[in-house]
Nanobody, 124 residues
Framework: QVQLVESGGGLVQAGGSLRLSCAASGRTISPYAMGWFRQAPGKEREFVAAISWSGGSTYYSDSVKGRFTISRDDPKNAVYLQMNSLKPEDTAVYSC?????????????????WGQGTQVTVSS
């Protein structure tokens, strides 16, 4: 069973950048597509970005496309989310997850193991 731990969150001003990390242990993530989701207070968890098992394909929600970049480093057993041009509406707890289902990358039910999340707060 793989365990996931996110880090890199914090408080940043609008227009700033953060780089989130998702460190995996217990098992290699190389066979898995990986995703990032976020949940703001009072809202449902929503898809942010995903990357295929090979790293050759990436997927983004419309709200972050062009500002966020997902990447993976399988030798380090890690996935990253580079977030630029941050907006107050990006404020949320960000979690990474392993994709095990065959349905869409943007669907929460396609993901299995989840990390505990890291808080990102963007001030205006």
């Amino acid at each position: 069973q793989v365990q996931l731990v996110e880090s890199g969150g914090g408080l940043v001003q609008a227009g700033g950048s953060l780089r989130l990390s998702c460190a995996a242990s217990g098992r290699t993530i190389s066979p898995y597509a990986m995703g990032w989701f976020r949940q703001a207070p009072g809202k449902e968890r929503e898809f942010v970005a995903a990357i295929s098992w090979s790293g050759g394909s990436t997927y983004y929600s419309d709200s972050v496309k062009g500002r966020f970049t997902i990447s993976r480093d399988d030798p380090k057993n890690a996935v990253y989310l580079q977030m630029n041009s941050l907006k107050p509406e990006d404020t949320a707890v960000y979690s990474c997850a392993t994709k095990v289902g065959s349905i869409g990358y943007n669907l929460e039910q396609s993901y299995d193991t989840w990390g505990q999340g890291t808080q990102v707060t963007v001030s205006s």
